[in-house]
């Protein structure tokens, strides 16, 4: 059993740099939106429900991307994940990863005006596990003094 806060319902981009732009709003840039919020983590026996068991210590778990909107990426551990089918470990069970989730917009867009979403389920290749459900999670750019939802 692999925790992901997918009541949380979207990844939260809490920070942005400008890539080949100037000016406040990056003009004739990129902007990168990104953030580690939420992570993905094992749970214990302790904490497993009636109809969960615990993944096997040594399970290798993988997320896959099922749908992608332009524009959003996930960066694994160095591996970049853009397009459907991609795939990255996540870590051998018992595991507590940090992604990096991006949504790449042009200098002067404004993030409010973006939808951006990923679908995405996690596999347990060659193992006894079935893969996930399919998620859906909303990328949400936030700041300190402004939420672009």
């Given amino acids: 059993m692999a ?9 939260e ?7 080949g732009g100037v000016g ?10 990104s953030g580690t919020s939420p992570a993905f983590e094992t749970v214990g026996a302790d904490e497993a429900e009636e109809h969960l068991q615990p993944l096997l210590p040594g399970t290798e778990v993988e997320i896959e991307i099922v ?5 959003v990426r996930i960066q694994v551990e160095g591996t970049e994940l ?4 991609s795939r990255a470990l996540l870590g051998v069970a018992p595991f507590h990863t940090h992604v990096s989730w991006q949504l790449i917009l042009p200098g002067g867009v404004d993030p409010a005006t973006a939808t951006p979403k990923v ?18 999670l909303r990328l949400k750019v936030v700041d300190a003094g402004h939420d672009h939802e």
């Fill in 24 to 33: 406040d709003s990056c003009e004739g840039g990129l902007i990168v939106y």
């Fill in 119 to 136: 679908r995405l389920r996690l596999v347990a290749a060659g193992s006894v596990y079935d893969p996930s459900a399919t998620y859906t």
């Fill in 13 to 19: 981009l809490t920070e942005e740099q400008c890539l």
């Fill in 67 to 71: 749908e992608i909107d332009e524009g």
């Fill in 82 to 85: 853009s397009m459907a089918g």
């Fill in 3 to 11: 925790h992901f806060d997918f009541d949380q319902g979207a990844a």
